[in-house]
């Protein structure tokens, strides 16, 4: 069983940035594949960036260029460097991991607004 904590989230200007953290216990980090969802109000859950236990990484089309999506295996955590955030960036974010199975963080809000 995989338990995922995310963290850094909060309230930013247009502009900013953010870096999202996802801490994971129980599991061998290493061999899961990692993600970073997004659900803002009345849409659908959607991937934002992906990371492969071998380090391939991608991107909803949206966020080329601005977020960056790495792990660092030694301390079990994933994390999404988002900048020149914008209103639409506004969700709750969410962190998964996927190998036989997939496990869901609970989520962090960002919200990006003047």
């Known amino acids: 069983q995989v338990q995922l904590v995310e963290s850094g989230g909060g309230l930013v200007q247009p502009g900013g940035s953010l870096r999202l953290s996802c801490a994971a216990s129980?599991?061998?980090?290493?061999?899961?594949?990692m993600g970073w969802y997004r659900q803002a109000p009345g849409k659908q859950r959607e991937l934002v960036a992906g990371?492969?236990?071998?380090?391939?990484?991608n991107y909803k089309d949206s966020v080329k260029g601005r977020f960056t999506i790495s792990r660092d295996n030694a301390k079990n955590t994933v994390y999404l460097q988002m900048n020149s955030l914008k209103p639409e960036d506004t969700a709750v974010y969410y962190c998964?991991?996927?190998?036989?199975?997939?496990?869901w963080g609970q989520g962090t809000q960002v919200t990006v607004s003047s």
């Open positions: 998964k991991a996927q190998n036989r199975y997939e496990y």
């Open positions: 129980g599991g061998i980090f290493r061999i899961y594949d």
């Open positions: 990371i492969t236990s071998g380090g391939r990484t």
